[in-house]
């Protein structure tokens, strides 16, 4: 069979073999650069980029080519000579390797030779970071975004806003598809692709941008561990992310290894936009956050340069994955280390005594320190009898002392006016047996009920004539409607773990079994009586702070004292329950409890929320 070489051919394969040729002279180092960076031979049918006409570093096949590409050519687009994170402290004074906190970054002099230079080295520069993060992983499925700034007061002249298009694949973003605009968001220069829109996220890099005048460039991901770290408080109702006490904490701006970082969190909504609002309440809020977590979908992340505001973002990805896995091995990263790190004392230092955030709304209490530094222990395997306290442990204090208690005050007079006068004598005579000599001195009118109960609640006596008449005036409280039991919001994901696991709980609290059974019925969620066993008073068991009580609830469960792990916030109930045999007795923390005693931080392991004894 003939062949038929037209003209045409004949010119592709000269230009194919000339290419050959160039490369393989390329190759043995003896083909100098003869045009400009900026030539393209493309348009020419058979020319390739390796003829010679791009510089050797880039195709460094090479040694010498390896050294041009690595010695002198940076990979990323860069807008200036150099750049480094270590700039400026957050008082304005200059950084050093060995600063504790670094807050600005530095960069060299403008290469930008003019302004249209500058729009198309921004626009590469933001398809050229979408590329990245999608390998990353931050923006798949044409997810995330960036938008950069430039110019500004400090240059004397105004902004330019570069925002990345929406609903585009991020690996193939190219710098055609990127938007300019003003800082009132106007359109200043169209993308030369056609038919595409602004970014959803445009709305909230503005928000950014108002709120934060040093902001130059914000990102915005869909890092999966980002979106996993919103949701380590399985309530998620947490405010914020909370963290101290790793080295990467140095990577994110204004903190350093030891200090507590707060990420702010914000609810997710059905679109960007309408995240507005509690994104700018969110960086007003958090004043040394440089990035604001969005539950269920990611993070919006800035700095006051590309290079800044990548680097942080990193860095706070490398956070998330560190909190999420110390989370799987049950450790919190919101907490101090008792061990395994250097410290010059034993005292935090009072700036670090801030705001303790938790998955219950930890606030301002008395036990700040208690909160702030705890041990994570976990229910042990093969764990199946859990015995709870209810005030402190499951419920906040404050709802019996400024709920419970005053809404017997408030309606005692009524309520025994109201008994017939046998069952009046009868509490009467409950009431004064369980008075000591010594109170019964200090009792006004030992013939009138409301009088010594007054007496009783106002010195926190834990008697049971008391707890039966409180019990028998909440009962009607909460059929009414008048009262609502508080759970901790841990409480409900922490029975549903028990239960899917096999755990047996039970309640063990001063207040009697029908106070006990009303507050979990009727309770700010729902009827939760279901998911608990046995209950147990003083009448039933005995005093808490003896060690006998905990041998006769053993019994009653037939197990031995051993198998069974005990929650309080009392040491004196820890200490009987251990002396009893009981096999693990743990401290609650929770605000408004007590403080720890130095005795009782190092006997009793510590859980700030009921959900550590799952591992979660």
């Known amino acids: 069979m003939s062949t038929i070489t037209t003209n045409t051919e004949s010119s592709v394969t000269a230009a194919a073999a000339m290419a050959i040729e160039a490369n393989a002279a390329l190759l043995k180092g003896t083909i100098r650069k003869t045009a400009t960076p900026t030539t393209t031979t493309l348009q020419t049918p058979g020319r390739g980029w390796s003829n010679g006409d791009m510089r050797p570093e880039m195709f460094p096949l090479t040694r010498n080519g390896k050294l041009q590409l690595y010695s002198g050519q940076r990979r990323w687009i860069h807008l200036a000579h150099g750049w480094s994170r270590i700039g400026a402290t957050g008082n304005g004074q200059q950084a050093s390797q060995y600063s504790r906190r670094v807050s600005f970054s530095q960069k060299g002099t403008s290469i930008v030779e003019s302004s249209e230079d500058e729009a198309r080295a921004v626009r590469s520069l ?84 108002k709120n934060r005048p040093n902001a130059k460039c914000v990102i915005h991901t869909h890092s999966m561990f980002a979106q996993l770290a919103t949701m380590l408080d399985p309530t998620e109702s947490s405010k914020v992310l909370r963290v101290t006490h790793l080295e990467m904490l140095k990577g994110v701006g204004h903190h350093g290894y030891d200090d507590f970082l707060e990420i702010p969190i914000i609810d997710n909504r059905p679109s960007e936009d ?38 942080q973002g990193e860095a706070f990805d490398y956070l998330f994955e560190s909190c999420v896995k110390m989370r799987q091995m049950g450790i919190d990263p919101s907490q101090v280390p008792l ?54 442990c499951t419920t906040s204090i404050s709802f019996v002392k400024d709920t419970l208690f005053p ?46 109960v007054r007496y009783m609640v106002q010195n926190d006596m834990k008697v049971a004539s008391l707890k039966s008449l409180q019990g028998q005036m909440w009962k009607t409280g909460y059929e009414k409607g008048d009262l609502k039991g508080h759970v901790f919001a841990d409480f409900v994901p922490f029975l549903h773990w028990m239960e899917t696991h096999g755990v047996q709980v039970h309640i063990y609290s001063s207040g009697s079994v029908q106070a006990q059974k009303l507050l979990f019925g009727y309770s700010t969620h729902g009827d939760l009586t279901e998911f608990l066993h046995q209950y147990f008073d003083i009448t039933t068991s005995g005093n808490k702070k003896e060690a006998s009580s905990y041998t006769k609830i053993a019994k009653e469960l037939g197990v031995a004292p051993s198998d069974i792990v005990f929650c309080s916030d009392s040491e004196a109930e820890l200490k009987a329950a251990k002396t009893a045999g009981i096999g693990h007795a743990i401290m609650t923390v929770r605000p408004g409890n007590e403080a720890i005693t130095a005795e009782g931080r190092k006997a009793y392991p510590q859980v700030f929320s009921l959900l550590q004894l799952c591992g979660i």
């Open 339 to 392: 061990h395994g790190t250097y410290r010059e004392d034993d005292e935090e230092p009072a700036a670090k005594r801030i705001k303790t955030n938790g998955f219950n709304g930890m606030g301002k209490a008395d036990n700040v320190r208690d909160l702030a530094s705890n041990p994570t222990p976990i229910l042990p395997r093969d764990g199946k009898h859990l015995l709870l306290d209810i005030e402190g």
């Open 126 to 209: 933001i398809a050229q970071l979408c590329e990245q993060f999608y390998r990353n992983g931050w923006a798949t499925g044409t997810g995330g975004g960036v938008s950069i700034r430039v110019g500004g007061p400090e240059e004397d002249r105004p902004w330019r806003v570069f925002v990345a298009p929406s609903g585009i694949q991020k690996e193939d973003m190219i710098g055609d598809d990127i938007f300019e605009l003003d800082m009132e968001r106007n359109v200043i220069v169209q993308p030369k692709t056609t038919g595409l829109r602004q970014s959803a996220c445009t709305p909230l890099w503005y928000v950014v941008y």
């Open 274 to 311: 309408l995240l507005a609002a509690q994104l700018e309440k969110a960086i007003k809020d958090y004043p040394n956050t440089n990035a604001v977590l969005v539950r269920r979908h990611g993070v919006y992340v800035w700095g006051d340069s590309w290079e800044q505001a990548k680097t």
């Open 407 to 452: 809404f017997v005050l408030e309606h005692i007079d009524t309520y025994v006016n109201g008994l017939a006068p046998t069952e009046y004598n009868e509490v009467l005579e409950a009431l004064n047996s369980d008075l000591k000599e010594e109170d019964k001195a200090r009792v006004n009118d030992l013939n009138d009920c409301a009088c010594i």
